[in-house]
């Protein structure tokens, strides 16, 4: 089973109107972290947000906010006032926690997000 | 600028030649990483140093992949007899340390990656 799924391969979004991102995960392990990067054309991944699995709050960067709905195992990115220069491909990743044994993320296939003036 | 850098950012090599690429990461970082990205596909790991010491690898890094952290700084990433399965994107990573008790909530940081076209 694939750990991170994006469902939507591309998105559209009206400037300064919010948007949605969905990520679903797939773990057994009861320590994790997710996170969201995103990258522009020119291929540089920028750390967006990072929820805990024990976090007691959804996390929130600026217009950045985690939809954390953890029965649900789903992290959706929520970007509210949309720019154009948020137009790039948006990745949800894995990172099962120090008993799963691993510290390597694991990635979605990733959401191209088109702005609209 | 105190982000990972990676160099060369793009190379263009024939089928059989080696290339390497180096990474130097954030300087407080003992975690370095190494992920591969293909066109429409998230980035995939390869690898894992903490300090100088290569603790995982993915099945992904075969044979003629190498990858050294000799003095637990920047890391370089061999691959030998290119083939054109190779052409992707090299993308390196860092993060600090995991304190005691700490989950997995240290931050990740990427550089801007090298892009790798074998014809």
């Known amino acids: 089973a694939q750990k991170i799924t994006q469902t939507q391969p591309g998105m559209f979004v009206q400037e300064k109107e919010a948007v949605t991102l969905d990520c679903t995960y797939d773990?057994?392990?009861?320590?994790?972290?997710l996170f969201w990067y995103k990258q522009p054309s020119s291929g540089e991944m920028i750390f967006l947000i990072y929820?805990?699995?024990?976090?007691?709050q959804n996390a929130t960067e600026g217009r950045y906010s985690l939809n954390f709905q953890k029965a649900r195992k789903s992290a959706n990115l929520v970007i509210s006032a949309s720019q154009l220069g948020d137009s790039a491909m948006y990745f949800c990743?894995?990172?099962?926690?120090?008993?799963?044994?691993?510290?390597?993320?694991?990635f979605g296939k990733g959401t191209k997000l088109t702005v609209n003036p | 600028d105190t982000g990972v850098s990676q160099d060369p950012r793009h190379k263009i090599t024939k089928r059989g030649q080696n290339v390497t690429f180096r990474c130097d990461p954030i300087?407080?970082?003992?975690?370095l990483y190494w992920y591969r990205q293909t066109l429409g596909q998230g980035p995939e790991f390869l690898t894992y140093?903490?300090?100088?010491?290569?603790?995982?690898k993915s099945r992904l890094l075969s044979d003629r992949f190498s990858a050294e952290r000799p003095k637990g700084s920047f890391s370089t990433l061999e691959i030998q007899r290119t083939e054109q399965g190779d052409s992707a994107m090299y993308l390196c990573?860092?993060?600090?340390?995991?304190?005691?008790?700490?989950?997995?909530?240290?931050?990740?940081?990427f550089g801007e990656g090298s892009w790798l076209t074998v014809v």
């Open positions: 990573a860092s993060s600090s340390p995991l304190g005691q008790g700490e989950l997995s909530g240290n931050t990740i940081y």
């Open positions: 773990t057994s392990d009861p320590s994790y972290g």
């Open positions: 929820q805990g699995s024990y976090d007691q």
């Open positions: 990743a894995l990172r099962e926690g120090p008993q799963g044994g691993s510290e390597k993320l694991v």
């Open positions: 300087s407080e970082h003992n975690r």
């Open positions: 140093f903490q300090n100088e010491a290569q603790l995982e």
